[in-house]
């Protein structure tokens, strides 16, 4: 393990009231010993003469003092040195924290000394992979922190915090202590009882399997199915052919949405891609560029991708023009969009009466439609109420319980799930307890990937780099 002492700015860039230099690792007190110097005299009473600066400071205490370039003879700023001894820090090292007046040039200035130390410049996510790799939070935690630092919304927010409490942990552990129960009776029928399982208890285990295993394991996945949006955010695009006002509601929906939030970086940007806070759900919405039959290689590109994009996505909005009547040009993209889930959104309704109805075909007689006027605002909060409706359902953005696994998480619950599945079917079968042991075994991996337990180094590489530098 890499065990040199890390620093980065943790603040953002730019000019800000305070910025904070995060230094964690073994060498962090001699870093800061060397380039602080603390404002009043430092008297180790006890051995009666000047000590040196790092054995007097309380732990978890701030300082005040300034940073100083020996070297040059310079001072470069007033500071607030906090000062955390290991292992009750963020990393479970040694920690300071240098706060001082912000500017990027005082902050750059003091981090290349810091460096010029002896430190070196963490990678992103490094301080929270240390605490990590130290045991002082697993995996899912360590999701939560980027979650935490990502929630587009209060709901988010409130899924990411209750994930840096551990509470998955809690679930996945207990789920594993459940099979490792079972694994140690299934080792001990194979060596005792010459694999045969006789003398096993084979209804009490499948028992134990269904309730405390499968049946937990289908309900995170469960949960993961019905509100992962509410976390990761809802896909939506808008579909329709040209002029029936897509761009219009997108500009309204935008405009309307005061708690606006920046684009979601590193999407390819081909598409207009706006994230909306709707009722408390992330949705990110974007716009395709048409779904027409063209001969244009540029444009067989664009609509290449805004089908890649319509097949990614949660909802699609099927618009149409009332004031004009259908075409074959909608019945042709509905037909590369049904097996989505849709809502039909008959636009300008301010240009025919109150009670028009748009001659559908059959097929779309179960499609959820709404009428609006993009360009009055007009069934704009009906729209959004269909849209919360069909992507969070029954739960509600109202669910108690605020654990909902991620993705990645998801991939490895019913991996473990299948697993645990055929365990079973060979307990039944009376199949040999050698492949029984060995499912589980591999269940119990599967779950410890999630925690992080036997998560393997690619993995974590990639969690970790969601993060930003100074995390
Ligand atoms: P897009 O090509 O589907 O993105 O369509 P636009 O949003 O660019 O709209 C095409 C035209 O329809 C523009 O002139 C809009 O002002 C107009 N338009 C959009 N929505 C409405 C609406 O609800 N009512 C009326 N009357 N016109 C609209």
Known sequence: MDIAT????????GRGGIGI?????KDAFSIAEAIFQKSAPVIDVSKKKSAPLFSSLKSHHLYHGHIVDKEKGRVLDEVLLSVMMAPHTYTKEDVVEINTHSGPVVLASILELVLKHGAKLAEPGEFTKRAYLNGRIDLTQAEAVIDIINSKT???LEIATSHITGGLKTKIESIRSALLDILVETEAAID???DTGENLDSGRIIKILKRRVVDALKALIEKYENEHVLRDGLKMVVVGRPNVGKSSLMNRLIQEDRAIVTPIPGTTRDLIEETLNIHGIPVIIADTAGLHETDDPVEVIGIEKAQKYIRDSDLVLFMVDASDP???ED???YK????????LVINKSDLVEDDFEPAVPDSWRFIPRIKISALYGKGLEDLKELIVNLSIGEYGLEAKNTIIPNLRHKISLERSLQLCVAAIEEIRKQTSF???AIDIREAMDGLGEIIGDTAKEDVIDQIFSRFCIGK
């Open 154 to 156: 209060e709901k988010a």
């Open 21 to 25: 230099i995060k230094v964690s690792g």
């Open 326 to 328: 259908l075409t074959d």
């Open 192 to 194: 005792f009882l010459d």
């Open 336 to 343: 590369s969009i049904r097996n989505k889930r849709l809502i």
């Open 331 to 333: 019945y042709n993209i």
């Open 434 to 436: 050698e492949f029984v």
């Open 6 to 13: 890390i620093a980065a700015i943790a603040t953002p860039t």
